[in-house]
């Protein structure tokens, strides 16, 4: 049956639905896009009033302590000493869950955290892997549907799941890490956080520098089988919360290392020249051989809320927030983020949610904007405009003494399906694996894959032979044994 052509909600024919506009093959996205921004501003109203996404988390509140010096990198002020100290707040979460669903469901793990630093908030929002399953952001509300609950029958499906990482090889990656022994971690507290994207950092003469975010537990690494998954569901759902909350509470105060791998962009360009891998693309990771782990300090959590709703349900980060010193990278799909994070606190939690104390800066802030729900910092009688001067010395670059960004290419909807190595960081991932682990992670596939149609089958099999032909058949021998017939 022929499927009719999508068009925007005015009626308008969708140019492409698989690829946002941006200026060259790598570049960043225009804000012209409009239909991008509609799709991205649909789905964050699809659900009151809880998060689309991320919508069941615990969170705490902690201090983030400087242990070694990267100034030359950064002059963002909370990096200034060794020894300074930063008020944060960490929600963890899982992603593609209700409110009400188990702490132990196979799904990546939310890592969202804010310091609140004396130039402003920093929302540093990523998850417990390093990647994600695609690259650009006008397909993140079709993946998250597949991640949700069927139109008709509100089950949740196998064969919807695999149909669209099927399709998508960019998400074998991110996949492969999902149903490996890490997909399921023990709570909160043993498992490590990443930042994910890219970002970058400028320092005081005005260099810039990438950098990618990771916390590494100092808890050591816990996972739970798939059977104990289930057996915990049934007596703790909530066991991660449950956790988290007890052993701050014991004055057992979860703590992670801070590091950071750092690029510069001639460093990038010859890595990219010599693998093919787009530094910026979120489903790629840096090989740590090619760009080592750098110590910058350590977060630990050590206060409980008092009081959920206020402060774990109603916290609102945004990737847009980053304080002098730092900024952002054409990462696509942080781009699109940048805009729908606080699109999406907009809708859910209210114009003003920023006045909230879990969301409020700690510093003096000042702006124009006045009124609307839950306007609790007003201005007052103060002015509510800025006055505009016919000439002066306004910044330069980007702002805040961050250099240029130099851009290329011409602006158009670029289709890098089949022409992108999609294949080869998994496959690494896959040889990395111990005999048992490999295991592990084909009989984890098998499950689901038991359930598809042929047709999605056959599909799946295929990214994993491209990935590693011993893939292939790990996947194929344990959907045998679970009496599913495949070549």
Not at 100 to 123: C, I, K, M, Q, V
Not at 167 to 191: C, K, N, W
Not at 362 to 389: K, S, V
Not at 435 to 464: K, M, W, Y
């Amino acid at each position: 049956m022929t499927q009719p052509r999508l068009t925007t909600a005015s009626g308008i024919p969708a140019a492409d639905h698989q690829n946002s506009l941006s200026a060259g093959p790598r570049g960043p996205l225009l804000l012209q896009d409009f239909q991008l921004i509609e799709k991205l501003q649909h789905f964050n109203r699809e659900r009151i009033p809880e998060r689309v996404v991320h919508a069941k988390g615990s969170g705490a509140y902690g201090t983030f302590t400087v242990t070694h010096d990267i100034r030359h990198f950064t002059k963002a002020n909370l990096f200034g000493a060794i020894g300074r100290q930063t008020a944060t707040f960490l929600r963890f979460s899982t992603v593609g869950g209700e409110k009400g669903s188990a702490d132990t469901e196979r799904d990546p793990r939310g890592f969202a955290l804010r310091f609140y630093t004396e130039e402003g908030n920093w929302d540093l929002v990523g998850n417990n892997t390093p990647v994600f399953f695609i690259k650009d952001p006008i397909k993140f509300p079709d993946f998250i549907h597949t991640q949700k609950r069927l139109p008709d029958s509100n089950l949740k499906s196998a064969n919807m799941m695999f149909d669209f990482w099927s399709r998508a090889p960019e998400s074998l990656h991110q996949v492969t890490i999902l149903f490996s022994d890490r997909g399921i971690p023990d709570g909160y507290r043993h498992m490590d956080g990443f930042g994910s994207h890219t970002y970058s950092l400028v320092n005081d003469a005005g260099e810039r520098v990438y950098v990618k975010w990771h916390f590494k537990t100092r808890q050591g690494i816990r996972n739970l089988s798939s059977a104990d998954a289930v057996r915990v569901a049934g007596t703790d759902p909530d066991h991660a919360q449950r956790d988290l909350f007890e052993a701050i509470a014991a004055g057992r105060f979860p703590q992670w290392e801070v590091k950071v791998q750092v690029a510069t962009p001639r460093q990038l360009a010859d890595w990219e020249a010599r693998t093919g891998w787009n530094p910026f693309d979120l489903t790629k990771v840096w090989p740590h051989g090619d760009f080592p782990l750098l110590p910058v300090g350590v977060l630990e959590l050590n206060r409980n809320p008092v009081n959920y709703h206020a402060e774990v349900e109603q916290a609102a980060f945004s990737p847009a927030n980053v304080v002098p010193g730092m900024g952002y990278s054409p990462d696509k799909m942080l781009q699109g983020r940048l805009f729908a994070y606080h699109d999406a606190q907009l809708y859910r939690v209210g114009t003003n949610h920023q006045h909230l104390p879990v969301n409020a800066p700690r510093c003096p802030f000042h702006n124009h904007q006045r009124d609307g729900a839950m306007a609790i910092a007003n201005g007052g009688a103060a002015p509510n405009y800025a006055t505009i001067d016919a000439v002066g010395q306004g910044a330069t670059g980007m702002g805040h003494g961050e250099p240029e960004l130099p851009l290329s290419g011409n602006a158009g909807r670029f289709d890098y399906r089949g022409q992108e190595d999609d294949y080869t960081q998994p496959g690494n991932l896959f040889r990395l694996m111990s005999p048992q682990a490999r295991q592990t992670l084909c009989d984890n596939l098998a499950g689901p894959l038991s359930q598809v149609t042929d047709e999605i089958l056959e599909r799946q099999l295929s990214q994993f032979d491209r990935a590693d032909p011993d893939y292939g058949r790990g996947v194929r021998a344990a959907l045998k044994r679970l009496g599913r017939n495949v070549d």
